[in-house]
């Protein structure tokens, strides 16, 4: 059983491949590879017929290499965030600047108006309505 | 002129909403009108039920949690467990050329050949 090539078809990582370390009991064993490394039940396993020489309780590591000596991609998982202290999260806050608020330039929220003079209006020329006057020849 | 609206009714006459005819305790007859819920999310082969997905109006789904929404296995909302577990043991198989594309059957050829065309 130890060393057996499968898929995970079950949770979050189906479609995955893994490698068998370990037999915890009849239905489960501990598995490692693309996966997590978790117990698993034999339900939840797909075996493709291959089989790699790995030794009881073989790393991580050593998992790793036997399944890309079968050609398998082994996917990059995403790094561990890391906690900051309390003293490197005061820091940072100090470094950054206050920011100034702006006024908008031409534009004002509840503000005054500005008493204007009064401006005075200028009559309106009249249109002087042409006359067409059409001379009639002849 | 200007359309009243009544507090409590929609404001067109749809079918949107749903009615609801109610008994006061002042022995009057009222119609309540309520939102629709959405139907209930089917799987896309067998046509079973989704266990694990919230059914109502969008904009109750989109105040949960996204873990909330849907399960965290492939295919989730799509197809159910036992629809993706054969799809992804067919998937298996062909990429490490125990079957071949012939022996897939018709109903989940869509959900299992795009991996073999990479």
């Keep these: 059983m130890i060393g057996s090539v499968c898929v ?3 949770g979050r990582d189906a479609g ?9 009991s009849k239905h489960e064993v501990l598995i490692d590879g693309n996966t997590r490394r978790r117990k698993c039940n034999l339900k939840h396993l797909q075996f493709i017929g291959k089989k790699v020489e790995l030794r009881k309780g073989a790393s991580s590591e050593e998992v790793k290499k036997a399944l890309e000596s079968l050609k398998i991609t082994i996917e990059k998982k995403a790094p561990a965030k890391i906690k900051k202290t309390r003293q ?6 100090k470094v950054k600047k206050p920011e100034v608020k702006k006024e908008k330039k031409g534009f004002k929220l509840f503000g005054k108006k500005e008493d204007k003079g009064k401006k005075e209006k200028k009559p309106k020329e009249k249109k002087v309505a042409k006359k067409k006057t059409e ?4 | 002129m200007a359309r009243i ?17 109610k008994r006061t305790p002042g022995v009057r007859t009222v119609t309540h009108y309520k939102k629709k819920k959405t139907a209930k999310h089917v799987c896309a082969v067998c046509k079973g039920l989704l266990l694990g997905v919230p059914r109502g109006r969008i904009i109750e789904i989109k105040k949960m949690l996204k873990s909330q929404r849907v399960p965290e296995r492939p295919f989730a909302g799509q197809l ?4 993706t577990r054969e799809v992804l043991k067919l998937r298996a198989k062909l990429k ?3 079957i ?3 022996d897939i059957p018709l109903k989940l050829k869509n959900y299992v050949l795009p991996i073999s065309k990479k």
């Design chain 1, 8 to 10: 995970k078809i079950a």
């Design chain 1, 16 to 24: 995955k491949e893994c490698i068998i370390v370990d037999t915890i």
């Design chain 1, 88 to 93: 490197e999260a005061q820091e940072a806050q």
């Design chain 1, 135 to 138: 001379k009639k020849e002849g």
């Design chain 2, 5 to 21: 609206e009544v507090k409590g009714q929609p404001r067109f006459k749809t079918k949107a909403s749903k009615k609801v005819r």
């Design chain 2, 80 to 83: 159910c467990s036992k629809c």
């Design chain 2, 96 to 98: 490490f050329g125990l």
């Design chain 2, 100 to 102: 071949k594309e012939k």
